[in-house]
Structure formats: structure tokens, C-alpha cells
């Protein structure tokens, strides 16, 4: 069982930057891919980017492509998702997910962290 826990959220204003941080309770992060979704009010959730854990290749959506970046720390088992040039439509909840190798969905969800854009 793979527990992830989501930090970092907050209220900030359109241009700021903001770091989310995913920590999993346990080494299983070795092997597949960390997600980070959002899901906007009244919107259903969608992909924001992904890494595989092992080699560090990353993909993320269109909507964010250039303004966010994820990274991990595998030393501290903690992804990171690094926001910049904030837009208002970006207020979100935002969660990360665990998808184990050769799974074709994130079985694995952290609790969501808030972010709000105000513009």
C-alpha cells in the first residue's frame, strides 16, 4: 500500500510561482510513474504532468507545457511540482497519484492540496 501525501498549497496571485510537494510513505515510488492531476470546481479532474520515477522522464498537458515542471527526490521519496506564471485558471485542487509499472491507471491517490489564483 502506497500512502502519498500532498503539501504546499495556498492562495497566491496571477504571475506567482508555488511548489507542491508529494511525499510517499514507502520505497515504492522505485518503480513506475508519479502523477499530478487537478480537478477545478465544477470540472472533471484532469492530467497535469507525470514522471517516471526511475529515469526521470517527464510529460506534462498542454495547458502547462513551459510554465510547470515536476522533479523528484528519490533520496526523500518526494516528487515535486513546480508552478510558474500562475493563471487564474489554474485554482485547482491538486493530487498526485502513483501508477505501478505496467498498470494503466494511477491506483494510488494523496488527499489534494488547494491552489488558488487570484487575478
Known amino acids: 500500500q502506497v500512502q502519498l501525501v500532498e503539501s504546499g498549497g495556498g492562495l497566491v496571485q496571477a504571475g506567482d510561482s508555488l511548489t507542491l510537494s508529494c511525499a510517499a510513505s514507502?520505497?515504492?515510488?522505485?518503480?513506475?510513474?508519479v502523477g499530478w492531476f487537478r480537478q477545478a470546481p465544477g470540472k472533471e479532474r484532469e492530467f497535469v504532468g507525470n514522471i517516471n520515477w526511475g529515469f526521470g522522464f517527464t510529460k506534462y498537458a498542454d495547458s502547462v507545457q513551459g510554465r510547470f515542471s515536476i522533479s523528484r527526490d528519490r533520496s526523500k521519496n518526494t516528487m515535486y511540482l513546480q508552478m510558474n506564471g500562475l493563471k487564474p485558471e489554474d485554482t485547482a485542487v491538486y493530487y498526485c497519484?502513483?501508477?505501478?509499472?505496467?498498470?494503466?491507471?494511477?491506483?494510488?491517490w494523496g488527499q489534494g492540496t488547494q491552489v488558488t489564483v487570484s487575478s
Open positions: 497519484a502513483f501508477q505501478q509499472l505496467g498498470r494503466t491507471t494511477y491506483d494510488y
Open positions: 514507502s520505497s515504492s515510488f522505485s518503480r513506475g510513474y
